[in-house]
């Protein structure tokens, strides 16, 4: 789910005037702390207004970042997702374009991995709703308040936009591949860079989507104290993904349908060999680890 720029900053700046006063990461009740010499109350206000967040802080910004998008209607997720799915699309397209004008040398993955970012920027700074975003920020809310009803509505809206980023990927796929809006020269670079989302065998997929599902979830969860800096914390996080050869449901399924709908994959070993397992890596890793590693570290403090 796509972490909202404009929800995050102003609740993280919200919150900040809350420390002021006291030591970072002060608990309640401890005493006020004493102005250094020199220094007056204008530029104490300064130094605290340049301070990140302390962890509760980020925690909650995040968890109500998830009652949110668990409050919104059922079509605006799915539309909201199927946007994404179109958006991803982008990863794939302009690092086949660097591939394509790059010269054939090692270092070349490590200039057109970069384009691999510009999809999550689309989506993550255009709030559209990604599944591998909803692996931290719905399941805070749940971690909070667990219960059957929570976590059947949890579970259900992981399928909706699942299935939504899916379709439109899908759509995506179709699109670059039946139409003339690329050249056959791109064409065949997409491809050649799509072969490589599939090219491991079944736990390495599981192994890689573990580290992309981290990967991402920290991404949420440093936008909220990355205030004029989220572009560069985007693009750093999936550049990674890229770069390290991780795999994602969403940008990968791009590369995948684009695979299947040119004759060169089949769609039941596209569904057993790619999206069951980067599924079980990326919830494992942005649920299993990374959500209860967000939680246990505040859960005193809440």
Do not use: C
Request: glycine share 8%.
């Amino acid at each position: 789910m796509a972490a909202s720029s404009r929800t995050s900053n102003r609740k993280g700046k919200a919150e900040r005037p809350k420390q002021r006063g006291r030591h970072a990461g002060a608990k309640q009740g401890d005493h006020d702390e004493t102005p250094l010499d020199g220094i007056d109350a204008r530029e104490i206000e300064e130094i605290e207004d340049r301070s990140s967040p302390r962890a509760p802080i980020i925690y909650e910004i995040v968890r109500r970042l998830g009652e949110e998008e668990l409050a919104r209607p059922v079509t605006s997720l799915w539309w909201s997702g199927v946007a994404a799915g179109l958006s991803i699309s982008f990863s794939l397209l302009v690092q086949a374009i660097l591939e394509m004008h790059l010269p054939d040398e090692p270092w070349r993955p490590l200039l057109s991995s970069f384009g691999y970012s510009t999809g999550f920027l689309i989506v993550v700074l255009g709030r559209q709703q990604l599944f591998t975003e909803n692996t931290l920020t719905m399941v805070l809310p749940l971690m909070v308040d667990f219960s059957r009803a929570m976590l059947l509505r949890v579970l259900g809206i992981w399928g909706i936009v699942l299935a939504a980023n899916l379709v439109g990927a899908l759509t995506a796929a179709l699109f670059l591949s039946y139409t003339p809006v690329v050249a056959l020269d791109l064409l065949h670079a997409m491809l050649q860079v799509s072969g490589h989302a599939v090219e491991h065998g079944w736990w390495a997929m599981v192994a890689k989507g573990v580290v992309s599902g981290f990967l991402i979830a920290a991404m949420v969860w440093l936008i909220p104290s990355a205030d004029e800096t989220q572009f560069h914390v985007i693009t750093l996080m999936t550049y990674l993904i890229a770069v390290g050869g991780f795999t994602h449901i969403v940008a990968g399924s791009v590369d995948a349908f684009m695979l299947v709908v040119n004759g060169q994959l089949g769609i039941l070993d596209m569904a057993m060999n790619f999206t069951v397992p980067v599924f079980i890596g990326n919830v494992v890793g942005g649920t299993a680890l990374f959500a209860m590693i967000s939680y246990a570290q505040v859960m005193a403090e809440i």
